[in-house]
């Protein structure tokens, strides 16, 4: 295990899903972690609670992150926990919305390029006072970036959105010693997906991979905490593919 004594992170949406497997993970490492919820105060509460219960340090934070001013929000609550050091963000708080090009409204996609896009982008400039060298920005992509899977065009657009966003953050921060990578999950069993809960679902998703079996988020979730160490010291620009070997 990679080991992050000493380190503060801030992992968004991690209530549920891969972000409370990365908040998990990253404790787990000897993080002091930042639990940033929209609206699973009971859920952000519990992964406090399990994190607290190990030995680890870790607060829970509310922030609406479709909002305009979301970004800016949640980067001062973080200071004012964390002060002037911030060295982990995980920038895994996403929405899905799985529709056709003609179901797709105009709301529909503002909201997923609002979470998914402007908020990261903007929550990275308003940490950046506090992100120095060595520092380890990750986000999350999919791969729903690279492939076609399911009725998702415009969510598939976020993710691309992200994988070039890693690459110039990557070489404009650079010189400064913070490097910053993604994660591109597969198809995960999380609260977000409902297909899988089907058997037809299930049969279509362990279809498309090498590895026949789902993916549970702390799968996803020890790659980022790897992506966080220095154990990755020389990996920055890339996007890391996390998905049992789907669609080769």
Do not use: C
Not at 5 to 11: E, I, M, N, Q, W
Not at 20 to 31: P, Q, T, Y
Not at 47 to 61: F, N, Q, T, W
């Amino acid at each position: 295990m990679p080991s992050l004594t000493g380190k503060t992170a801030l992992v968004t949406g991690a209530s549920r899903g891969i972000g409370r497997a990365s908040a998990l993970a990253l404790a787990a490492a000897g993080a002091q972690v930042l639990v940033h919820y929209g609206r699973g105060a009971k859920e952000a509460d519990e992964v406090v609670a399990e994190i607290s219960e190990a030995g680890g340090r870790a607060d829970a934070i509310a922030t609406d992150l479709a909002a305009a001013d979301g970004a800016s929000k949640l980067a001062r609550q973080a200071r004012s926990i964390v002060g002037d050091r911030l060295d982990i963000l995980v920038a895994n708080a996403g929405v899905l919305k799985a529709a056709t090009i003609e179901e797709t409204t105009v709301e529909d996609f503002d909201k997923l390029f609002a979470v998914n896009v402007r908020a990261p982008f903007f929550l990275v400039q308003q940490l950046l006072p506090i992100m120095s060298k060595g520092s380890s920005i990750v986000f999350l992509s999919s791969l729903a970036a690279r492939a076609v899977v399911g009725t998702e065009p415009a969510y598939a657009a976020t993710k691309g959105a992200i994988d070039t966003l890693v690459k110039h953050f990557a070489s404009a921060l650079g010189a400064r010693g913070i490097r910053v990578n993604a994660v591109a999950p597969g198809v995960v069993e999380t609260d977000m997906l409902n297909f899988t809960r089907t058997d037809a679902g299930r049969d279509d998703a362990l279809g498309m991979q090498a590895l026949k079996r789902l993916a549970q988020p702390d799968d996803i979730g020890g790659v980022i905490a790897f992506l966080a160490s220095d154990n990755a010291r020389w990996i920055t620009g890339d996007t890391i593919h996390v998905d049992g070997g789907s669609k080769l």
